[in-house]
């Protein structure tokens, strides 16, 4: 299969490139489009072998639900049952914008789609492309990120390029995206709200808007043996080639620790990278790529890190842990699920 991809402004979409990319949606290809958290790969949700497509290009195993995504409020009234004053209140603040939420699924949505659950999970993603690319389709689009299944997120066209090229048919450049990690995960099928995965909408925010909100066990690191509502929770994800040792606790102990394995690696002749939030850390490995020091820029970094590391053919990433509050929930859930070992100190 060759893989067609071709630039649109991202501020200024031009018509025939959108109408473009939306045939290939309604004829059951797969594309890959930028939305404001990373690149997804579409095709039409409602059309099982459309989706099983995506499936097939990502390795993605089949009971791996996937987050359909709408360009109108009201589409959520087709495509979910039981929507109740919080589903409304809820999406009403984060809509359009990085929230998914989970719901229970109408009869429209194939069980393709939900990973053979009873459940849905529904965005509405704010970037001008996405929008746009649904809304001329004119139909949903089932869209997880549009990478090899278990590589890092893409968060570029050129991300999307390394890990699908030949496997898919049309990659649509919008440039960077903004936020660099994935949508917010909420489940609002239960009785209680519970975070899923948290992401863009931090659990803060959530909280603010609609009072209890739950954290589901496994964001904390635990096994569970509950249903997997949402993508992100049964396997694990966003791991580059290289592996990766997060070492959280007091800054001075990670440091000091990051410069210990640091020194043991080197002597076994690996090829070491330190991922760091301090610019003036000790320049001794192989590669040391700073990320930023806050969390927005943390995020937006994370993702195209791990792929130069790649890159450079690092075996071994030492990585800092920061602080869980606000967005740094969302990039330590990413770091956790990417890490090889996990050290405290």
Same mark, same amino acid.
């Given at each position: 299969m060759q893989t067609k991809t071709f630039k649109v402004n991202p501020k200024r979409p031009e018509p025939s490139k959108i109408r473009q990319a939306a045939k290939a949606?309604?004829?059951?290809?797969?594309?890959?489009?930028p939305t404001e958290t990373v690149y997804g790969l579409g095709a039409n949700a409602l059309d099982p072998t459309a989706v099983k497509k995506i499936f097939k290009a990502k390795g993605r195993p089949v009971d791996n639900p996937l987050i359909v995504h709408?360009?109108?409020?009201?589409?959520?009234?087709?495509?979910?049952?039981?929507?109740?004053?919080i589903v409304r209140k809820i999406t009403q603040k984060f809509w359009p914008g990085p929230l998914t939420v989970v719901l229970k699924k109408s009869k429209a949505v194939p069980k393709t789609t939900t990973g053979n659950l009873d459940t849905v999970a529904i965005r509405m993603p704010k970037n001008k492309i996405a929008q746009l690319l649904i809304r001329e389709s004119d139909t949903p689009i089932a869209a997880p990120s549009a990478n090899f299944s278990g590589r890092p997120s893409p968060t570029t066209a050129e991300h999307v390029l390394d890990d699908l090229k030949g496997r898919i048919n049309l990659i649509v450049d919008g440039g960077k995206t903004r936020i660099g990690i994935e949508s917010t995960v909420l489940d609002l099928s239960g009785k209680i709200p519970t975070l899923l995965r948290p992401g863009g909408v931090t659990l803060e925010q959530l909280r603010k808007v609609i009072g209890r909100v739950d954290i589901h066990p496994i964001i904390s690191g635990k096994r569970s043996g509950s249903v997997h509502r949402s993508p992100g929770m049964k396997y694990r994800h966003y791991s580059p080639n290289a592996r990766i040792i997060l070492v959280e606790g007091a800054k001075n102990k990670v440091n000091s620790k990051i410069l210990e394995l640091l020194s043991s690696f080197k002597k076994q002749g690996?090829?070491?990278?330190?991922? @760091?939030?301090?610019?003036?850390?000790?320049?001794?490995? *192989?590669?040391? =790529?700073?990320? $930023?020091?806050?969390?927005?820029?943390?995020?937006?970094?994370?993702?195209? @890190?791990?792929?130069?590391?790649?890159s450079k053919k690092i *075996?071994?990433? =030492?990585?800092? $842990?920061?602080s869980r509050q606000g967005l740094g929930l969302g990039i330590m859930n990413r770091l956790s699920k990417a890490a090889y070992?996990?050290?405290?100190?």
């Open positions: 949606i309604r004829h059951g290809k797969l594309v890959a489009f709408i360009s109108d409020r009201n589409d959520i009234l087709f495509l979910a049952r039981n929507i109740n004053p690996k090829r070491v990278g330190v991922m @760091t939030m301090e610019k003036s850390f000790p320049n001794n490995a *192989d590669v040391k =790529l700073y990320v $930023g020091s806050d969390h927005e820029k943390i995020a937006a970094n994370l993702f195209k @890190t791990f792929r130069e590391f790649d *075996d071994i990433v =030492l990585a800092h $842990g920061i070992k996990k050290t405290k100190v």
